[in-house]
């Protein structure tokens, strides 16, 4: 094999499947990435055994050819060497020539025959989805998945497509995110949980990729693929059943409040400022929200820190009431918000709270207060 490429064509593609090597390998071949020949073009794969990627380069193929090449080391020696074209050859003893200007390198690869096989894109059960609609999807539950590994199927975003609608959940037993889209084929019928892991590669390979307006996806029992222009991502599934994401949204609420996302956001920075890390209790970490007439206060208590407060105009003329929470929560969810305002729904200080966009009535998150 033989084949002259641009520097900024192989960085290119480096960039997509280099972040799916594992850092920690149980089999050689798994640092390597596949190099071979496809037509004028040159297909570069990689996989960990969970998640799989793979996308074209340009290049000049003067003969064709595949071999495995050590990922790191290759990219590391692309990126150091001058601009310009690089000159990649292979012989049948494994061994990887690489010329560039000056400079030349050799590096030891492995036979093709080793490297794991990628399934082929399956074909039924599939359905298009505009790129940005998946990217808002993901974006708006990954933060919520569960980092407890003992409870493995909150560790992923659950996506279910039926009757025409896809819906992305996510919860870690704390808070919830729910969103919805309509627009899919009605024949199309699935139910998966992405791993936390899979989601943020999808994300970083929806970034990667500004050409694209529709992404495909393609559902099986234990396999979800994303082609995204010449990009192709697999992951295996989490097996299990996604609890009734239903029965934890509250369906009625005491009163609704109007508040100004923007507002709202700085000041539950300023208060999070004054609350206690991981090491402390939960009630050291809670900030406290108070409704009162026509504003909240956003406040913080922790001994041997400090206190302090921040006042938010509302539309409220409701009881007097306090509720407690984990700041971090409500950061993350109001960061995911693109409306101007939020509606605020609480039945009591110790229930769920029903956080919505003032305008999008497909997003949706719950979060459960903090005892005071």
Known sequence: MKVICAKDELIKGMQIVQPVIASKITLPVLSNFLFETEKDKIKLSATDLEIGVTC???????????????????????????????????????????????????????????????????????????????????????????????????NGVCLIVEDGTIKAVSTDGRRLSYISSDGIDKKIKGKVIIPTKAVSDILRLISANDKVEEVQISLSDNLMTVMIGDITFQTKLIEGVFPNYEQVIPKKAMSKIKLNVANTISAVKQMALLTGDKLVADRASSIKLSFEKNKMIVSANTVGLGSGEAEVETEYSGEVFDINFNPNYIKDILQNIEDENIYFAYTTSQNPVVITPE???????????MRS
């Open 56 to 154: 074209y380069i340009k290049a000049e193929i003067v003969s064709e050819g595949a071999i495995t090449i050590p990922a790191k080391r290759f990219s590391d020696i692309i990126k150091e060497v001058s601009d310009g074209n690089i000159e990649i050859k292979a012989d049948e003893t494994n061994q990887i020539n690489i010329k560039a200007n000056k400079s030349k390198f050799v590096l030891m690869g492995i036979d093709k025959k080793d490297y794991p096989t990628l399934p082929d894109f399956q074909k039924e059960n599939v359905f298009s989805l505009k790129k940005q609609v998946l990217n808002s999807m993901l974006k708006k539950t990954i933060f919520a998945v569960s980092k407890d590994s003992q409870r493995y199927v909150l």
């Open 359 to 369: 305008k999008d009535k497909n997003y949706l998150c719950v979060v459960m207060p």
